[in-house]
């Protein structure tokens, strides 16, 4: 088995709306000396790609409370309130708090709301940096959500391309060999999470690379699977909705 490698790309300047992430990436990255190499995995931001897209609103910044509108305008559903916080479902499927909308790491009186569609915004990423360095690799988009009965927020994937986001392990056999039943394996969710470890929160760190991940897990040449629909269960297979 290959070592994996984090490594964080520095470097990266304020992303405004239009701004070219591929061009900017591969800039940041040539800038500091590294390079990107086939079978790479990109993580991007959540963030960055909303503001590259224009998926902003204006909040006022003197109310907490004001971006409260916004949460309901993307929602398909209400699922749960407490006090100021609401846990919604996503036109994309995802269940989130707030709908995934973000105050943070951004300027003050703005939101930034959640990507129109992430998978379609892996795949420009993906494709821009095939253009402009021919190289494949795979795109995550990531963001941070918590998780029911744990405390804690960890990065997840809300995009990718060119990745399988599930791993499909049933039928193949463990250690002692027993056939797998029910192991399905969230390999996006698990790299969101690994590169999370050299982004951070607060250090304006936005992109990392991912390098070593088994190569079964790549689709590339244009792969079109999508991580919405792939890791969001269906309501029929969902025990808590």
């Known amino acids: 088995m290959k070592p994996i490698q984090l490594i964080p790309v520095e470097g990266m300047p304020e992303i405004v709306r239009a701004s070219d992430l591929a061009a900017l990436i591969c800039g940041a990255v040539a800038e500091s000396g590294g390079q990107i190499e086939h079978h790479d995995v990109l993580v991007v931001t959540q963030k960055i790609v909303s503001k590259a897209e224009g998926a902003m609103a204006q909040v006022d910044p003197e109310d907490p409370l004001s971006h409260k509108p916004l949460v309901e ?3 398909v559903r209400i699922l749960r309130r407490r006090g100021d916080l609401i846990i919604s479902e996503t036109r994309h499927g995802f269940v989130c708090a707030n709908a995934g909308i973000d105050l ?3 300027a003050r009186g703005q939101a930034a709301l959640l990507p129109v569609d992430p998978d379609r915004s892996a795949r420009r ?3 821009g940096i095939k253009g402009l360095i021919g190289v494949e690799v795979a795109v995550v988009i990531s963001d941070t959500f918590g998780r029911p009965w744990r405390r804690g927020v960890t990065d997840v994937a809300i995009g990718a391309a060119g990745i399988l986001p599930v791993l499909d392990l049933r039928g193949t056999q463990d250690t002692y060999g027993r056939e797998l039943q029910v192991t399905e394996v969230a390999i996006v969710d698990e790299i969101a ?8 929160k607060s250090t304006g760190i936005p992109v990392a690379i991912v390098r070593g991940v088994d190569e079964t897990a790549f689709q590339l040449g244009g792969s079109r699977v999508g991580v919405a629909e792939n890791l969001v269960r269906s309501p029929q297979e969902d025990l808590f909705r």
């Open 73 to 75: 305008q993307e929602s």
């Open 104 to 106: 943070s790491n951004v």
């Open 125 to 127: 990423i993906r494709d």
């Open 193 to 200: 999470g690994a590169a999370e470890l050299v982004m951070g």
